[in-house]
């Protein structure tokens, strides 16, 4: 393999679909036969975000496992970990063949952490409501960019049971302590993080499906010149799902 250009550096951060990562060097050009050891072998041609970080247009949250592989020779997945195919299809365009041999394997060979799914005869029924405000990213020059949206927080509606069984450690309960009620309801919970594909995974994975959906357009107006533009695109959309 050729020795890498001196103007690489040694620590390489990046933007993968919008997700951020910090790695070395080293570890991204380990498989010398990938299609990212290929991209780094010139970094120089590779697309940076206006932060300055490599960009690469790939799923940015299964990349993590990518990441964990190029580090470790293996890969570790959580518990009911429902997408393998999508992780196959990956490690596939990043021409890693021995992580699609191990994907492609039993779970219970991919991790010891992997688990058999909770029985549905225990699963609780009911239904779940997501909701969130957002707008939209906005580039150089004010302009809006509808490819990136920014959520401020995600909103969580139902039995508070329920919801601590599908979010565990996500759920913030700040704004609406326990009083004793399990069998409660609540309006008031809210998500630690602002990913709405990982909560709509966390609903899945216990067995929940969506059932209807609503959101407003963007509201055209606002009520000043330094957000005027941003406000313009402010939204808000709701997701239902239930478990019977």
């Known amino acids: 393999m050729s020795s890498m250009p001196s103007i690489a550096p040694t620590v390489v951060e990046l933007n993968v679909g919008g997700r951020q990562y910090a790695t070395s060097l080293t570890t991204l050009t380990k498989h010398s036969e990938s299609v990212i050891a290929e991209m780094f072998a010139d970094p120089t041609i590779l697309a940076k975000d206006t932060n300055g970080k490599y960009f690469i247009d790939r799923d940015g949250d299964l990349f ?8 470790n020779s293996t890969v570790v997945l959580p518990s009911r970990f429902e997408n393998i195919s999508r992780l196959i299809a990956e490690a596939e365009f990043y021409r890693l063949p021995e992580l699609v041999a191990l994907l492609s394997e039993k779970p219970d060979r991919i991790s010891p952490s992997e688990v058999l799914p909770t029985p549905k005869e225990n699963l609780q029924p009911g239904c779940l409501t997501l909701g969130y405000r957002g707008t939209f990213a906005f580039g150089r020059d004010g302009l809006v960019d509808v490819k ?8 969580v509606c139902g039995r508070v049971s329920i919801a601590r069984d599908v979010f565990g450690e996500s759920l913030n309960e700040s704004r609406d302590p326990d009083r ?27 067995g929940f499906r969506l059932v209807s959906s609503a959101g407003t357009a963007a509201s055209g107006t606002s ?16 997701f239902v799902f239930c478990r019977p």
């Open 64 to 71: 993590k496992y990518i990441l964990d592989y190029l580090r």
């Open 148 to 155: 990136f949206r920014k959520i401020l927080r995600i909103l």
């Open 180 to 206: 004793g009620l399990s069998s409660r309801y609540t309006s008031r919970f809210y998500l630690k993080h602002v990913f709405l594909e990982q909560a709509f995974d966390m609903l899945l994975s216990k």
């Open 223 to 238: 009520n000043g010149p330094a957000e005027s533009e941003e406000s313009k695109w402010n939204h808000y959309n709701e």
